[in-house]
């Protein structure tokens, strides 16, 4: 059988989290993550009584959801019986180094890893883990297997997920981190529980950011005024152009959430005239416009334009000119 990494066997420095348990002197130290909002940890142990086997946690930071999944996991692992996920017993101090048999964090890392030192395709990284999913936990709580980031799942990947989602796991839950569920497949989304978690407070862009995301906007009211800011020799560099995703990420999550209390930020308010379809549109292009500007040599005036315009719906093939 092939080496399944499972946690906890016999090669504990190989766990799916990639994260290497007592051994990964080559990894920098993990920031700390936030603590998780006093609403949110009541909801995760009332769900404790009868885990959901698949738990999507949408809304927040990401940090935020990563420190909400492993409070999850300590809650239905720790060995205190007076306060459970008591954050100082053997279950959950392992929890928190990423060393606990009954974890498994899937995210970009697990997936990199798995390429480069095996050679193996995502959806090969993800069957191997199948086996282990077939197996009851190590302990006595529930084996906590965590997608960081679920919605930049390749979609084989993704599928080939759902069909375990789709098979009882005794012993097992799954977690599905994720900004908004929009972002999920949606038959993913029907199998979960979905908890939302606090949004992030809508601040206000910096000013540089605000005054560029201002015109963005005017742009896709009037159609006006915005080439000509690209178009000035260095105006836009890749720090700028991140603030500008940055803080149109921000709107959309707000304005996605609907809040309609009135506390909607300025730019929520205006991205909200999108449209859901619209909404969706903006969330798919602020992706891969962020993967764009990964690479330090993309030019941020061109990933701007591409944003100002590929959020702009394109008239359906029957409203063309007719030939
Ligand atoms: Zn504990």
Redesign the pocket.
Known sequence: MQKTAAPGTASPAKTPSGKGAQTAPDRPPRTPLPAVAGQVRERLRALCARPPQTLCMEGGTAPDREAAAMAWA?LLN???PAEK?????S??RQIDERAFRDLIVVDKAYFEEAKQQESLSGTDAMRRLLPVWGQPPHGAGSRVTIFIEAQDLHPAVANLLLKTLEEPRPGNVFVLLTPQRERLLQTLVSRSFVLTLPWPRPDAPEPGAAEWIDALLTFWDTGQGWFERTGSKGAADRGLALRILSGLSQGLACALAQRGDGQESPVARRLARLGPAGLRRLDLVLAQAQEALTMPTAPAALVLDWLATAVIPKPAPAQKRPR
């Not at 996920?85 to 017993?89: A, D, V």
Request: aromatic content about 0%.
């Open positions: 300590k720790c060995v205190d996920g008591c954050g100082q017993c279950a959950c």
